[in-house]
């Protein structure tokens, strides 16, 4: 019998690439998805295969607002194994819409909890806590660094962290948090920094686009690559005893780092091309996150290899093959 794991955000960045390893490992994995009257399986129509030919990638439509229907679905799948990457991950939104990030980012990780303990399902749990959780304390930020968060996107994360570990400590369920930085890919969505640089690049190496408009180029981040995170997010599950764990890369570079590094890759000055809109700023910014993971490297042995400079390389590149493909 293969293990079976369930995933929510599976159409994200991280969700398609949890559920590529998990497939990988002889899974077999259950993903939920928001109806919609489009289609947003992109990131997984790779994976997929038909149940009936032997496909073990299964899509159920849920959503982190509807209690009954994820305790209805815990007692179908029966996972041995749940991700909870799903919730409005953008943090400049969450300052225009709180209270839905409120509901899905924070209190969705209640409801799945809750779908855990009166279903009675002796599945290990996975929440992606945030870096974004720490805020405003100055970095290096460990395990034991104070909580700020100065986003309601931060703050909904928070809320999150403390309930697992308080189903950990009541119900003794194996549940565990994996505080991320920042990790990116050619998947990340359109609308977050990175891409919206590496996108652009692209776009105006090709002749499509002349510049691009950002907001504050000094935030300084800890950037990883996210197919490099999802292993790390696998090996909390298989650890002996549940835990907390920070992932990251230890590295600091900032937002203007990685505009210089894109734009180089394909021979442009970047001063030429990157205008300043204010309204990309948020009300309250984090100016630093930088992660220390020598827990995750001593504990499960997972240490990032792939730096800002190489990520940066590798989201322009595949921008690039993919505009010539259209």
């Known amino acids: 019998m293969s293990k079976v794991a369930l995933i929510t955000g599976i159409t994200g960045q991280d969700g398609s690439y949890l559920a590529e390893l998990l497939l990988g490992k ?34 159920h ?43 899905t980012t ?9 779908a855990l303990r009166i279903t009675g399902v002796p599945a290990r749990f996975y929440q992606a806590s945030s870096s974004e959780m720490f805020g405003a304390t100055p970095p290096p930020q460990n395990e034991l660094t104070a909580f700020y968060p100065r986003s309601p996107y931060g703050a909904a994360k928070l809320y999150s962290y403390w309930m697992t570990r308080n189903y950990r400590e009541a119900y003794d369920l194996f549940a565990v948090n994996g505080i991320l930085f920042n990790h990116e890919s050619p998947r990340r969505g359109e609308t977050f920094v990175t891409r919206k640089i590496t996108r652009a690049v692209a776009a105006i190496a090709a002749g499509k686009q002349s510049e691009v408009y ?76 930088i992660g220390d993971s020598s827990k995750a490297e001593s504990v499960l042995g997972w240490k990032a290899k792939v730096l800002t400079p190489e990520l940066a390389t590798i989201m322009v590149d595949a921008d690039v093959a993919a505009l010539h493909v259209q």
Do not use: C
Not at 35 to 45: C, E, K, L, V
Not at 69 to 88: D, G, H
């Open 26 to 59: 002889g899974y077999e994995v259950h993903g939920l998805i928001r109806r919609a009257s489009t289609f947003n399986t992109q990131r997984i129509d790779h994976l997929y295969t038909d149940p009936h030919e032997g496909g073990r990638l299964h899509l």
């Open 61 to 103: 439509y849920s959503d982190l607002t509807d209690g009954s229907r994820l305790t209805t679905l815990m007692a179908r799948i029966q996972p041995a194994e749940v991700y909870n990457l799903a919730a409005q991950s953008h943090v400049r939104v969450s300052f225009d819409e709180p209270e839905y990030t409120g509901d």
């Open 106 to 114: 924070g209190l969705g990780t209640t409801r799945l909890l809750e």
């Open 214 to 289: 950002l907001g504050n180029l000094d935030a300084v981040r800890d950037w990883g690559f996210a197919k490099e995170y999802v292993e790390a997010m696998w090996l909390m599950l298989q650890a002996d005893e549940p835990d907390d764990f920070v992932v990251a890369t230890g590295t600091a570079y900032s937002v203007r780092d990685f505009v210089q590094f894109s734009f180089e890759h394909v021979g442009l000055d970047w001063k030429k091309y990157v205008k300043y809109d204010e309204r990309y700023e948020r009300p309250t910014e984090v100016d630093a996150l």
